[in-house]
């Protein structure tokens, strides 16, 4: 529907000649599309280090516990709640991207806030069962 | 150097007609539908070893051993690992794509993507269908409790 996007709210709000509130650029469009980039990065090279560490199992169970105890310190567990927040950011907002491409693309406003709102609440769900059991071990 | 700049919202065309495989387009539905399945099987791997119990802290070779001993597991680390991978294989050749500048730097760099995803599911596929959870030799209080009855 790339022609109906001349309708959406933002552009009949735009008097200056400046291209601006299209779907991808400027506000929830774009900057959902920069964090899906950055957090899509991280989690590929958290990827190959947790295939890698993973793969220590092969090697002895000393060599695996001994990484996976780096793993459990208070920073790697502050790591893993960024990590977390990074997965249910780019998974959340993926949905919302299908859905933008399969369903319609008028509600990418509405559904980024949805993405939000679920973002809060599953973190709320994560983080303090998450900081409990790496801090009080 | 100079180049065309297509009006916006220009249909694409191709310069020269190729018949075959859109591997583009199948690239953009893979993406979509890997990312489905991978919503549920991460979240499911993130929920069964960091929220269930005493989530990281009770991660250790025993653990490991009790998960890829179970078809289940296994089945389910397998598919996460090749549909991850390959997911974000294609996104990093997107990004690549997007801001490498140079003919010769987005070369390299897409063949080192395809190095390490061909390497990490290999070495993936092999740990899995190769673990051994009781390995000769090993303390007991560091392998799982069914060891001792081997």
Redesign the interface.
């Known amino acids: 529907m790339p022609q109906e996007a001349g309708t959406l709210d933002s552009q009949q709000k735009t008097t200056s000649r400046r291209p601006a509130g299209t779907l991808y650029r400027g506000n929830t469009g774009m900057w959902s599309w920069v964090l899906h980039r950055i957090t899509g990065v991280a989690i590929f090279f958290f990827l190959l280090v947790h295939i890698l560490d993973t793969a220590l199992v092969r090697v002895s169970p000393e060599a695996y516990n001994a990484v996976i105890g780096q793993y459990q310190t208070p920073i790697m567990g502050l790591g893993e709640v960024a990590l977390v927040g990074a997965i249910v950011f780019h998974a959340f907002n993926g949905v919302r991207i299908i859905l933008i491409d399969f369903w319609n693309a008028k509600y990418q406003r509405v559904l980024f806030y949805v993405v939000i709102g679920l973002w809060v609440v599953t973190m709320l769900g994560f983080v303090p069962r998450h900081l409990i059991n790496v801090f009080s071990h | 150097m100079t180049s065309t700049i297509q009006a916006p ?1 220009s249909p694409h065309t191709r310069s020269t007609k190729k018949s075959g495989v859109n591997w583009e387009k199948w690239g953009w539905i893979y993406m ?1 539908v890997s ?2 399945v ?2 549920v099987l ?2 499911g791997h ?1 929920f069964v070893n ?2 269930i119990g ?4 009770a ?4 653990f ?2 009790g998960k ?1 001993t179970n078809p289940f597991w296994m089945t389910w680390d397998i598919i996460m ?1 090749w549909l ?2 390959i997911h ?2 294609n ?2 050749r997107t ?1 690549v794509n997007d801001y490498a500048t140079s003919r010769m730097s987005r070369g390299i760099l897409k063949i080192a993507i395809l190095v ?1 995803v061909v390497a ?1 599911i290999v ?2 596929t ?2 899995v269908f ?3 959870p009781c ?1 000769a030799g ?2 007991a209080d ?2 799982a409790s069914f060891c001792k009855s081997l």
């Open positions: 919202r979509r990312g489905v991978l919503v991460i979240f993130l960091l929220m005493e989530g990281v802290s991660l250790n070779f025993a490991v051993a890829l690992l991850a991978l974000g294989g996104g990093m990004l390490s990490l070495l993936g092999l740990v190769t673990f051994d390995p090993a303390p560091l392998v």
